[in-house]
């Protein structure tokens, strides 16, 4: 139907411009919300996603090294099994951890109103230089019409008048087309409104990671996660995070990244 060929057309378009996250071979098809991004810190490989079931029907989900999977094992000469649930849970929570702490944010509120300020500023400025410039134009235009008054058509055309005057109303044209796409004047939310414009985009994140598709969840993980791999030998999976919105702001640098028992 029409709709749903629009929405892949934009889906394609996003892809070839490179907003979305992108996926090979069994990544795509896989369940797993880390297929693709977690990797191997004895070789180097990707981790992909294995169930196993137990005689009594339980299933388990794992993260399994590809390359000594596929028998590389001159790389990656040791199995070992990654616990997947408890490495997508732990990102999830710490995702939601960041979303909580700034959805209720002051100092996030305060930098969204002092930046709907400057922009509210900046377009006020804009139109009163347009209008400042059009008031002048229109003092330019009303003494070269008296000038034109005040003398017979060859001494105005001998003095330039006429050419002076369509100069200054083609400029005065091209202000008012200037003026007019300025728009109106943008009004700034009152602080209650925005505070709630700003919990219900991250409601709607938390709704996101409740129950969206994986590829969905997967593009949100993208934005807080850089690098994951698992260290065997450690008994870890070291996590790289990109830093925090506010955090970035106040430290101006990154940080560590985490890394916890697997």
């Known amino acids: 139907d029409p709709a749903t060929f629009e929405a892949v057309q ?10 979305l996250p992108h996926y090979r071979g069994n990544a795509m098809k896989s369940e797993y919300l880390l297929s693709g991004v977690l990797t191997c810190g004895v ?5 992909t996603g294995n169930t196993t079931t137990s005689g009594k029907g339980y299933r388990t989900r794992y993260y399994a090294c590809s390359r000594h999977h596929a028998g ?19 990102i999830l929570g710490v995702i939601r951890r960041e979303l909580g702490a700034l959805r209720d944010d002051r100092e996030l509120h305060r930098q969204v109103e002092e930046q709907l300020g400057r922009l509210r500023a900046g377009r006020s400025d804009a139109r009163e230089q347009l209008g400042r410039r059009l008031a002048s134009l229109d003092q330019q235009l009303a003494r070269v019409r008296e000038h034109v008054l005040a003398a017979d058509a060859e001494a105005a055309k001998s003095l330039g008048l ?22 109106p004047e943008p009004s700034l939310p009152a602080v209650p409104e925005l505070r709630a414009r700003i919990a219900a985009e991250f409601d709607r994140m938390e709704a996101l990671l409740a129950s969206g598709t994986l590829e969905e969840r997967r593009a949100l993980v993208a934005c807080y996660v850089h690098s994951l791999t698992a260290l065997p030998e450690e008994e870890t999976v070291r996590i790289g995070l990109f830093p925090g919105l506010l955090s970035q702001m106040v430290a101006g640098a990154g940080f560590e990244p985490t890394t916890f028992g697997l």
């Not at 934009?10 to 907003?19: F, I, L, M, Q």
């Not at 590389?72 to 732990?90: F, I, K, M, Q, W």
């Not at 006429?162 to 728009?183: F, H, I, M, P, S």
């Open 10 to 19: 934009k889906r394609r378009k996003e892809s070839r411009e490179g907003k």
């Open 43 to 47: 070789c180097g490989g990707k981790l």
């Open 72 to 90: 590389y094992t001159n790389e990656c000469p040791t199995r070992y099994l990654v616990p997947a649930g408890l490495v997508e849970d732990h």
């Open 162 to 183: 006429y050419d002076q005057a369509k100069q200054l109303n083609a400029e005065r044209v091209q202000v008012e087309t200037e003026l007019a796409a300025a728009g």
